[in-house]
């Protein structure tokens, strides 16, 4: 991916872009994870819009991003050491801390919550559209609410256009997964969505002890208000297969025998094994970042091939493969259709 700000019809549009955005309209942007959609974080009329081109639920908080340290002024109201050290470590970059809100940003922005997601984004023309537009800036992925995050700028305009003053077009987005957002309380950290920065990263500054993964219980309201609804789900329901290939393609042959049309998602290494009506590669098992990168846009092409089913291979839960673990179970329906039976 090419990331350098050189062209100048770029310029043009991050410069047009700031300017939408100091207008208090909503303007998609290229990250180095995935697409956002952004706005103003510090009017109450520009996060609104933000929530109703989404069609977002209001009660899920939005992630504030900045392109410099002196920008934390207003946006969070203290930052504890630990939280600092992350910062200096992993920003620009995939990390979004959970810190005190402050007195700057609008309420909606964090849902009325009195903590704010904030982090710095690594892709110049995010960077660049925050400076230019001198402002706090409110973004989450900017798909439809429920489908698969944007990677990129087709991605944006088929779920929102007509819906949104603009989208900035870079190319495709990096990472593909969204940033790791972590909750700091004193010197212990808890990841509350896997992503970008993987948990060993977050070890090598912290130590082993003070890094905790969230497990929601089943009866308190979860920390990180997004997680109890439906994401990155396409049309068709999704089912991970936990199982070898012959064991998958006797679900395939099953769900085919019941006149379903079959789509599976499996990596270079497998496709050939399989017989189903439409089979798309997401990158290399051998190298789970290709993965990450390709997940969103392979789940969005089984929209357009309109299959009635979708059966997904599974993947290690280390390094990044924990982020892409949590989103594929996230776009999964939970009971699988059963494997082995005739
Ligand atoms: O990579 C990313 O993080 C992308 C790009 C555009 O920066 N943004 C993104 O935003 O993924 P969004 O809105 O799709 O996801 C934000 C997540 C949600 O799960 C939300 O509940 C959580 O962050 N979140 C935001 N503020 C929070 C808060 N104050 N407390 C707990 N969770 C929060
Ligand atoms: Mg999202």
Same mark, same amino acid.
């Given at each position: ?6 062209? =100048? ?45 989404? #069609? ?17 002024? #207003? ?78 700028? !087709? ?18 987005? #990096? %990472? ?14 808890? %990841? ?9 990263? =977050? ?59 079959? #789509? ?44 009635? %089913? ?11 493969? !924990? ?17 082995? !039976?005739?």
């Amino acid at each position: 991916m090419d990331k350098s700000v050189d062209n =100048l019809s770029t310029t043009r549009s991050i410069l047009e872009a700031a300017e939408r955005i100091k207008k208090n309209e909503v303007v998609a942007f290229p990250t180095e994870t995935v697409y956002g959609l952004g706005a103003n974080a510090c009017s109450d009329e520009a996060v609104k819009r933000i929530f109703e081109a989404k #069609g977002r639920p209001v009660d899920n908080p939005l992630i504030v991003h900045i392109a410099s340290f002196n920008q934390l002024n #207003g946006v969070v109201r203290h930052i504890p050491e630990t939280a600092k050290k992350l910062m200096e470590r992993f920003w620009p970059g995939p990390l979004t801390l959970i810190l005190p809100k402050g007195e700057r940003i609008s309420q909606y922005a964090t849902a009325g919550l009195q903590t704010i997601g904030v982090r710095m984004p690594d892709h110049p023309v995010a960077l660049a559209l925050i400076e230019a537009a001198n402002l706090p800036i409110a973004a989450p992925s900017a798909n439809r609410s429920g489908k698969p995050s944007p990677t990129a700028a !087709e991605h944006v305009l088929t779920d929102l256009n007509g819906k949104i003053a603009g989208v900035i077009d870079a190319g495709s987005a #990096g %990472i593909g997964v969204e940033s790791t957002v972590i909750e700091c309380k004193g010197d212990q950290i808890t %990841i509350l969505r896997p992503g970008g920065i993987t948990q060993s990263e =977050l070890e090598e500054v912290l130590s082993k002890e003070n890094v905790h993964e969230y497990k929601p219980s089943k009866t308190a309201a979860p920390k990180s208000p997004g997680m109890k609804y439906t994401h990155y789900s396409p049309d068709a329901p999704v089912y991970l297969i936990d199982a070898t290939a012959e064991d998958m393609q006797q679900v395939i042959d099953k769900e085919k025998a019941n006149g379903k049309r079959v #789509g599976v998602l499996t990596t270079e290494e497998k496709k050939h094994c399989y017989h189903a009506d439409y089979v798309v590669a997401c990158g290399e098992r051998s190298n789970l970042f290709t993965v990450a990168e390709q997940l969103y846009s392979a789940l969005r092409t089984f929209d357009d091939q309109h299959v009635d %089913i979708i059966l997904s291979e599974t993947f290690p839960k280390e390094g990044i493969g !924990e982020a892409i673990m949590n989103r594929l179970e996230k776009a999964a329906v939970k009971e699988n259709p059963s494997i082995g !039976e005739p």
